[in-house]
């Protein structure tokens, strides 16, 4: 995906703000901040988004999830709120699937 933004902040061809990296998922700021805490997860791998999952995308799913939870918690969050946004119609900009975590409020 030459011209995906977030395979680029992915490969670090495009700076961020990283709270986390692993072989399979990148942790980063969002640039806009809808919350006192927003941090956006992210495969590596590219997928569009929820909607063009596969079967064999469980455990890459699994994983977002998990690494939410962890750096909630290290975060000091109590609670927080996770988002998918799917397609145009469904508010998603991005067309690289990312989780948002948002709290701190
Ligand atoms: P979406 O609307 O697709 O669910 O969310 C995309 C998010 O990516 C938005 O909250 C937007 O602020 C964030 N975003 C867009 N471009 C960049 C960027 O270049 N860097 C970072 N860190 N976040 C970005
Ligand atoms: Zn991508």
């Known amino acids: 995906m030459n011209d995906c ?4 902040i992915a490969k670090g061809e495009i700076p ?4 986390f990296e692993d072989d399979d998922v990148k942790i980063f700021k969002d640039i806009h901040p809808k919350a006192p805490i927003h941090y956006l997860i992210i495969p590596k791998a590219h997928i569009q988004s ?3 999952l ?6 890459i799913i699994a994983k977002l999830i998990y690494a ?3 750096e909630a918690e290290k975060a000091g969050l109590k609670g927080y709120k996770l988002s998918f946004n799917v397609g145009k119609e469904g508010g998603q900009e991005v067309d690289h699937l990312h989780l948002h975590v948002l709290g701190g409020w």
């Open 5 to 8: 933004l977030f395979c680029k």
């Open 50 to 52: 929820i909607a063009h």
């Open 68 to 70: 939410a939870k962890r």
């Open 54 to 59: 596969e079967a064999d995308h469980n455990d």
């Open 16 to 19: 961020s703000d990283v709270v």
